[in-house]
């Protein structure tokens, strides 16, 4: 399972990091990702990153935010910078994980974590 956590409300122009750990039978992890839900809009992809570390962006976010992760320690995490009253939204990881090494990957979504930009 994926536990998001570090949401919360903050000033137009602020940071906030997001993490998300994995858990459980893992025997590896491919790509991770966080994604977000506007109210009233549908879930959309905000960065993902590799297992070798190469990110993608939403062109929205580019420059402001940076996804990384630690494969030792199964988690993942979002560095928002500048942040905007657009961003507001449910943050949610995913995680395309593998319990055995003959088995595929299945994507897990973590419970999601509100961030709040206003003044």
């Known amino acids: 399972q994926l536990q998001a956590s570090g949401g919360g409300l903050v000033q137009p122009g602020g940071a906030l990091t997001l993490s998300c750990a994995a858990s459980?039978?893992?025997?590896?992890?491919?790509?991770m990702g966080w994604y977000r839900q506007a109210p009233g809009k549908q879930r959309v992809l905000v960065a993902m990153?590799?297992?070798?570390?190469?990110?993608d962006y939403v062109d929205s976010v580019k420059g402001r935010f940076t996804i990384s992760r630690d494969n030792a320690k199964n988690t993942v995490r979002l560095q928002m910078n500048s942040l905007e009253p657009e961003d507001t939204a449910v943050y949610y990881c995913?995680?395309?994980?593998?319990?055995?090494?003959?088995?595929?990957?299945?994507?897990?979504w973590g419970q999601g974590t509100l961030v709040t930009v206003s003044s």
């Open positions: 995913k995680a395309q994980v593998r319990s055995r090494s003959w088995s595929s990957y299945s994507d897990y």
């Open positions: 459980g039978s893992i025997f590896d992890i491919n790509d």
């Open positions: 990153i590799t297992r070798s570390a190469i990110t």
